[in-house]
């Protein structure tokens, strides 16, 4: 970009930290002799606690609410629908190094983070807990608390009008396809993380903080 970012915004899941439900799930549908049947995983996650299921939540259902629809609709699969959200944080085995050390060189050169994230209101909290630099961000902006998802218009709006960032002198950093569309029609500079590497030479010619 031709001017200096003055602020970063970054996504969350799968940016700053791993989530992949399948980690929770393979413990859970296991053959006799003990290894994951991923045949049963993937049908759990493609019929039971699907996608569109969990994204409800981070639309701001409550889970309680979300448990008790999935198990009316499969009730043989009560224990492992309760395990979803009662074993959250299995599906969470860490933070992706190269990310969090770029929000905390930011941090620590006074530009200003944000965070934006479609993730539920009450499962934040203890992630945020667990992980001490989600709790850097100068704003961050939960889906789940304000009942509106990326790539929706109307969160990234939150999120300008809260933190009080200008989108064009600002970087916006997701791993959705979707969500990178939506925010560079708002006029974010934008960058789609896949690859640690990649996502560092970015940073790099961005001219945000090295060290």
Same mark, same amino acid.
């Given at each position: 970009?031709?001017?200096?970012?003055?602020?970063?915004?970054?996504?969350?899941?799968?940016?700053?930290?791993?989530? &992949?439900?399948?980690?929770?799930?393979?413990?859970?549908?296991?053959?006799? !002799?003990?290894? +994951?049947?991923?045949? =049963?995983?993937?049908?759990f996650l493609a019929t039971v606690c699907t996608p569109a299921w969990n994204v409800e939540q981070d639309r701001g259902r409550p889970i309680a609410d979300a448990v008790a629809e999935? %198990? +009316?609709? @499969?009730?043989? @699969?009560?224990?492992? $629908?309760?395990?979803?959200? *009662?074993?959250?944080?299995?599906? $969470?085995?860490? =933070? %992706?190094?190269?990310?969090?050390? +770029?929000?905390?060189?930011?941090?620590?050169?006074?530009?200003?983070? @944000?965070?934006l994230t479609n993730f539920g209101a009450e499962t934040f909290p203890p992630t945020a807990q667990r992980f001490d630099f989600?709790?850097?961000? &100068?704003?961050?902006?939960?889906?789940?608390?304000?009942?509106?998802?990326?790539? !929706?218009?109307?969160?990234?709006?939150?999120? $300008?009008?809260?933190?009080?960032? !200008?989108?064009?002198?600002?970087?916006?950093?997701? &791993?959705?396809?979707?969500?990178? +569309? =939506? =925010? !560079?029609?708002? *006029?974010?500079?934008? @960058?789609?993380? #896949?690859?640690?590497?990649?996502?560092?030479?970015?940073?790099?010619? #961005?001219?945000?903080?090295?060290?």
């Amino acid at each position: 970009m031709a001017e200096t970012p003055t602020a970063v915004v970054f996504d969350i899941g799968n940016v700053l930290i791993r989530w &992949d439900p399948r980690l929770l799930f393979r413990k859970l549908f296991t053959h006799v !002799d003990m290894t +994951a049947d991923d045949a =049963a995983v993937d049908r759990f996650l493609a019929t039971v606690c699907t996608p569109a299921w969990n994204v409800e939540q981070d639309r701001g259902r409550p889970i309680a609410d979300a448990v008790a629809e999935a %198990i +009316a609709r @499969h009730p043989e @699969h009560a224990p492992q $629908i309760r395990a979803y959200y *009662g074993r959250f944080q299995e599906m $969470i085995p860490g =933070a %992706i190094p190269e990310t969090v050390a +770029a929000l905390r060189r930011a941090k620590a050169a006074g530009l200003p983070v @944000h965070g934006l994230t479609n993730f539920g209101a009450e499962t934040f909290p203890p992630t945020a807990q667990r992980f001490d630099f989600l709790r850097l961000f &100068d704003t961050v902006v939960v889906s789940g608390e304000e009942g509106v998802i990326k790539p !929706d218009r109307r969160i990234f709006d939150i999120l $300008i009008d809260r933190a009080g960032i !200008d989108p064009s002198r600002s970087v916006f950093i997701d &791993d959705s396809a979707a969500n990178i +569309a =939506a =925010a !560079d029609e708002i *006029g974010f500079v934008t @960058h789609r993380f #896949t690859d640690p590497a990649v996502f560092e030479a970015w940073w790099r010619e #961005t001219g945000l903080p090295v060290a």
